[in-house]
């Protein structure tokens, strides 16, 4: 037999590389293939068996016309990587087809083939090989269309499955590769990232019970960061580990109780709060059975009470639907989660010179469709911009924040609060939880900030006790009919277990530095300033040689910068006049104490009221910090203090050069505070 093959496979090399397309029909090759292909399929033996190593595939293959699919081993155009092929191709599930053009030298175009087994292709073919567009249709009513490169589904292309299941994405190398949506059957929806075959990077999950998934996957499963959110309203955000809840993460149900801590294979491990939906508090033990309330020597014990008294009234309102900010709110929460889980699972890796530049922000789009790279969503179509965010995720570990907590605060159930009115800025002010401030900006502020953000990152590395307001991120939001609104995101200067009773913001300027609000309107919500404050501030020695010096440190660093007209927030916690108020202390953990006293947060103070028959003495708590620090001295502010120049004295108007308001800035807060030296 071998011998008949090899005296006749000449004949037909020759009569093939001899033929034109017209002769196809009735050319000796395609007899001869046909006879060997019914020997083949008699006799169960492979086509290698039948061909000898010399004999020249490409006549062979041209003939036959067979096709290859994941059960099927390709033909390939040279006889060394046959046998290894047809050997590891049972294993192989990938989207290949070696397909040949007819028995003669054909230009690469379009052409439709028809095989003897009822599978069909149709598309472009370079050489033998399926290479650009093309669409193969199996017997069994499998289909691909797309692009090919070199026999296998390469580039953007659709793949249905004959049980209705459909992936519309990209391929490489025959494989699910890159980012794509896979529906299946049963009403399942998963778009996102893929790696050969499998869903591995960030991508999101439908489940057709109406539970929903966003976040990281490995492996087919859920690993790193990610939110669940189940059709009945709970809620998962947190760290995931092989499919199941593991690591550090917040569980909240749909009626406010919330779980926060650490889980192992599912279930809660170790030290956890749990808040009920009427603001109580407890911190749990989970071991061993089950859980434990803590000691309270330890922990907190359960109170009537949460941590932030729920008798002081919150700042402005709450943003629901209906509320003219409500569509940004959602933007901006659908922006914010999409950047920073993009960015969590990513190792930590050195700053570079180009993560603080142009080259260091990105656009992306996001269609109310959704896309390959975002999810579907009920708002207009917008893009989101996100400025230097490496720098950001860097600055938000140096600044001790949670990226799960981050996302939460910011996305999660509990609507942001407008406090808009709090300003006289003009801009937009957004309150997510009492921890974070989201603030709109004008486009030369954006401008100032990116002058000086990489002083302002070295900056508060260097001094891990800055008052500077701690940013954690900058981003733009572009609407579809063109309106661009700029936002910034800071830690909140009030963020505390205590609740603030009266809040200043000083300048160290005097000319209309008073609040214009009647006294009866005042209440806690009230930002009062300079001319309004009527105390002045013992702390213990060591507290004011540190508060003194880093205020020097800072002011130094935005008299540098050319920064001037910034603020000092300063909120005050009364602690006498309650008796839970004389509880403060003791409902704070006994482990966390010696990081709840930093520079600026939670500060124990004696406040004298500036009296002549004797000052007022009252214990306090100080929170305060450095904010606005995005106004250079620019012509709009030279034109300003030229103005009121003309009007008052100059040297009590905000508007001075940087170093003067330094200056000026520094010698105000030296006298309201002061050594205790009782």
Known sequence: MERVIMSFAEAVNSAIRSETSSDLGTSPARSFASLIDSEIRSSNASIADFIPSPFPLYAFASALNLRTRPDVAPLFTNTSSLNNNIDCQEDKEDIELHGVPPVCNVSPGTVELSLPNGDIFSGSLSGNVAHGNGKYVWSEGDIYEGEWKEGKACGKGRFT???????????????????????????DRYSGAWVSDMKQGFGEERYANGDVYEGWWRCNLQEGEGRYTWRNGNEYFGEWKGGVISGKGVLVWDNGNRHEGFWENGLPKGRAMFTWHDGTTSCMIYGGGGWCESDVNLQLQRSSRSLVHRNVKMPGYPISKGHKNYDL???????????????????FRELRPHDFGPKGTFWIRFPPEGSKFTPPHQSVDFRWKDYCPVVFKHLRQLFGIDPADYMLA??????????????????FIFLAQNRF??????????????????GYYHHVRRYENSLLTKILGVHCVKHSWGQKTRFIVMSNVFCSEYPIHQRFDLKGSSYGRYTDKPLEEIDETTTLKDLDLCFFFRLQQSWLEGVKQQLDRDCEFLEAEGIMDYSFLIGLHFRDGSSQNQQDMELIPIIDRENLFRLGTNMPAIAERVSKDGGEVSDVI????????????????????????????????????AKLYAERFRYFMAKIFVEDKR
């Open 410 to 427: 910011i996305c999660g159930n509990d609507t942001l609060r407008d406090i808009s009115s709090l300003g006289k800025s003009g801009s």
């Open 161 to 187: 499955w004959s049980s209705g299941a459909t992936y519309e994405g990209e391929f490489v190398s025959g494989s699910m590769h890159g980012e794509g949506t896979l529906v299946g059957v049963d009403g």
């Open 329 to 347: 709110m959602l933007i901006i929460q659908m922006g914010i989660r999409f950047s920073v889980g993009k960015l969590t699972p990513l190792p």
């Open 437 to 454: 401030i989201i603030k709109t900006l004008k486009k030369s502020q954006v401008k100032v900030l990116f002058r000086m953000l990489p």
């Open 622 to 657: 100080l929170c305060f910090g450095i904010v606005n620090i995005l106004q250079d001295y620019d012509i709009n502010k030279k034109l300003e203090h030229a103005y009121m120049s003309l009007q008052v004295d100059p040297s009590s108007i905000s508007a001075v050069d």
